[in-house]
Nanobody, 130 residues
């Protein structure tokens, strides 16, 4: 059993920052990807960023064009935690943000695809006001 729990969401003004965290429990293996997805009402779920773990070491990362230069994904492999530092937030970043995990060999450089991720957190709301 793998469980993911997000935290750190909230309401901020445009230009502000938030740091999201995802705690993972259960066994997923030393080869996997973890990522962040987001979904706003009436919009398609979007892969925001992902990071690959290979042999227990952090590997390649992916960022959607809309967040490059503003968001940074990181993880502590030993502690089974994933973080998303979100800077220079924009109103269009408003969404429910989900942590997700995909066991096995993968390459985050090619982007996260929601239907390939097996485990999901409950989501944490991020609201950015003008």
């Amino acid at each position: 059993q793998v469980q993911l729990v997000e935290s750190g969401g909230g309401s901020v003004q445009a230009g502000g920052s938030l740091r999201l965290s995802c705690a993972r429990s259960g066994y997923i293996g030393s080869y996997h990807c973890m990522g962040w997805f987001r979904q706003a009402p009436g919009k398609e779920r979007e892969g925001v960023t992902a990071i690959y773990t290979s042999g227990g070491r952090s590997g390649s990362t992916y960022y959607a064009d809309s967040v490059k230069g503003r968001f940074t994904i990181s993880q502590d492999v030993a502690k089974n935690t994933l973080s998303l530092q979100m800077n220079s937030l924009k109103p269009e970043d408003t969404a429910m943000y989900y942590c997700a995990a995909r066991p096995g060999t993968c390459d985050a450089a090619y982007g996260p695809f929601a239907d390939e991720y097996k485990y999901w957190g409950q989501g944490t709301q991020v609201t950015v006001s003008s």
